[in-house]
């Protein structure tokens, strides 16, 4: 139990043009999912938590309005990267907050390579 | 405010022998504690938690961790190291209650390699 998923796992495009990374529970309903960037060689940073139905809360220094959250169903947070550019290529992963006894756990997904050339 | 400290950036161990990932804590308040595995252009795969129960906590693979409040201290180890263990590995602190919020966070990583 406890899986999340991401679509897709990969994708390349051309600066400016928006991409759009999925994030699925498929066996539980997540009231909150969160989203994470991961540099090379750097760890996991916090971008922003994302609760079924309301705003996502950012972290500070993540821009709003060129990383969009929707959490729109308790198994589906998209995050759309606006405009992108080449400073964006990351390691996208979004991760899915457990319930009942796993609260304080994360369950994560196999994470989103964003290439932006 | 919790922070999370990993004392080593690489750990290089030979095949069958022991593996000790050390990771030191700070919470102003009771923690949860995780310790994750990442392989290359991979997510991240829990290996044990922490969440105010037993203190000596065994996971997958054989490894297991040891909360020690004193030291404020989660150090993670195997017994006898395998090819397949080398990845990096991270160490997280969280929130027990709910009522301190839920964000994870995490360690800057271990890179463990295990030589043949």
């Known amino acids: 139990g406890a899986v999340v998923s991401q679509h897709p796992s990969w994708v390349i495009c051309k600066s400016g043009t928006s991409v759009k990374i999925e994030c699925r529970s498929l066996?539980?309903?997540?009231?909150?999912m969160f989203w994470y960037r991961q540099f090379p060689k750097q760890s996991l940073m916090l971008m922003a938590t994302?609760?079924?139905?309301?705003?996502?809360?950012?972290e500070q220094g993540v821009e709003k309005d060129k990383f969009l959250i929707n959490h729109a169903s308790l198994t589906l947070s998209t995050l759309t990267v606006t405009s992108a550019h080449p400073e964006d290529s990351s390691f996208y992963i979004c991760?899915?907050?457990?319930?009942?006894?796993?609260?304080?756990?994360?369950?994560f997904g196999p994470g989103t390579r964003l290439t932006v050339l | 405010a919790q922070s999370v400290t990993q004392l080593d950036s690489h750990v290089s161990v030979s095949e069958g022998t022991p593996v000790l990932l050390r990771c030191n804590y700070s919470?102003?308040?009771?923690?949860?504690l995780f310790w994750y595995v990442q392989h290359p252009n991979k997510g991240l795969q829990l290996l044990l938690k922490?969440?105010?129960?037993?203190?000596l906590v065994k996971g997958i693979n054989g490894f297991e961790a040891e909360f020690k409040k004193s030291e404020t201290s989660f150090h993670l180890t195997k017994p006898s190291a395998h090819m397949s263990d080398a990845a990096e590995y991270f160490c997280?602190?969280?929130?027990?209650?709910?009522?301190?919020?839920?964000?994870?966070?995490f360690g800057a990583g271990t890179i463990l390699r295990v030589k043949s």
């Open positions: 991760s899915a907050r457990g319930t009942g006894d796993s609260y304080n756990e994360q369950f």
């Open positions: 066996d539980f309903q997540a009231t909150t």
């Open positions: 994302s609760n079924e139905g309301s705003k996502a809360t950012y």
């Open positions: 919470s102003s308040y009771s923690p949860s």
């Open positions: 922490y969440t105010s129960a037993a203190t």
């Open positions: 997280v602190v969280g929130p027990s209650d709910m009522e301190y919020g839920n964000k994870l966070v």
